[in-house]
């Protein structure tokens, strides 16, 4: 992967001129979302669909 500071010079580069500080944070929130979900794959630290489901219908009845 990328470093950090490598990743935003070519998401800056992506991006249109004229955007907001706070549209260039909320980007690079997402790919820092996005990056920590594919390294936990591939770590294994996910769960199993029948996990997941008994999980959000706890969730659901609060």
Not at 6 to 30: A, G, R, T
Not at 36 to 47: F, K, P
Request: aromatic share 10%.
């Amino acid at each position: 992967m990328l470093q950090a500071k490598q990743e935003v010079y070519q998401l800056l580069n992506q991006l249109p001129e004229n955007i907001s500080f706070d549209d260039i944070q909320y980007h690079i929130y997402v790919r820092q979302k996005i990056r920590r979900g594919i390294e936990d794959v591939e770590a294994g630290h996910t769960i199993s669909e029948e996990e997941f489901d008994k999980r959000m219908t706890k969730w659901l009845e609060l």
